[in-house]
């Protein structure tokens, strides 16, 4: 099987629901009993049964997978003893079904320890270490992904630029690790302080960004005057006399570019910190 195939394979069964998929091999599962019963028991087809086993393992879980390494190893059974095949023993066919079972349970493990080892590398690769927000380059992927939508549906889409003010004071007077602790007090506010839609960033040393989808002015403002009380209360509680200066464009339609858009924010931004930080600009760009 060609890498396009099984990227062709992937990409099918990406779009189907879990419930779908262990259909689809439980049903496999019956198929090659069928065809290893029907070819009798000189012509071996054991190896087939890692295709439902491997792709319950792969895209449902490993309960699944264990469900299906289970029926897998039942079905072989009943279709080698159906075949009549000559034993001089019955402990030799439970024996051999035993087996097969070890090695489809195997590797339904092994499938399983992979696809959580990939994907906590790739969480890592779009996470920053410290606040556990997305870092800058898996933020740019979602500003575009959200950009395209917006202008597909035609909707509205805030992107907010927060820094810390005076940040390097913290870290003079009390130690890196006293400013990595703010930092992660910033990360977990933001998290917690937004919608389930909403993305947040740390995009570099104290500067942290919002994406807002669906959200016009009124709605960043009354998002971002929450966040603003949040991290008031937050900080406060963890000792810190710290303030932040946040500048907020909303697009009512999206600019041509990320890059475009981050700046407009970023921009804002800059325009609070000439002025006295402390506060929040506003901006709509149509």
Known sequence: MTKSMLITIDTILARW?????????????????????LTGYELGVSLLYLGPVDVAAWYVGRRAGFVVAVLSAIVWFAADWGSE???SHLA????????????????????????????????????????GTFNSRAFTEQVEYNLGLAR????????????????????????????????????????????????????????????????NTDGAREAIGK?????????NSAGFSVTCSVGAMTFSRPPPSVDEAIRAAD????????????????????
């Open 227 to 235: 966040v603003r009380q949040l991290l008031r209360e937050s900080l």
């Open 17 to 37: 629901s879990r419930a779908q998929i262990l259909a689809l091999a439980l049903c496999g599962v019956l198929l090659i009993g069928l065809v290893d019963y």
């Open 152 to 215: 597909r549906n035609g909707s509205a889409l805030t992107l907010a630029y927060i820094d810390l003010d005076d940040f390097k004071r913290i870290n003079d007077n009390h130690g890196h690790n006293e400013g990595d602790r703010l930092l992660r007090v910033i990360g977990q506010t933001l998290r917690q302080g937004t919608r389930g839609t909403d993305r947040v960033a740390r995009l570099g040393g104290d500067e942290f960004a919002l994406l807002l989808p669906d959200t």
């Open 267 to 286: 921009h804002l931004m800059y325009q609070v910190k000439s002025q006295g930080k402390d506060a929040v600009a506003f901006d709509t760009r149509s």
């Open 92 to 131: 030799i066919p439970l024996w051999n079904a035993l087996i097969r079972f070890g090695f489809f349970l195997s590797n339904v493990f092994l499938l399983t320890e992979l696809r959580e080892h990939l994907a906590n590398e790739r969480r890592l690769a779009r996470t920053d270490a410290l606040t």
């Open 85 to 87: 095949h000559p034993y």
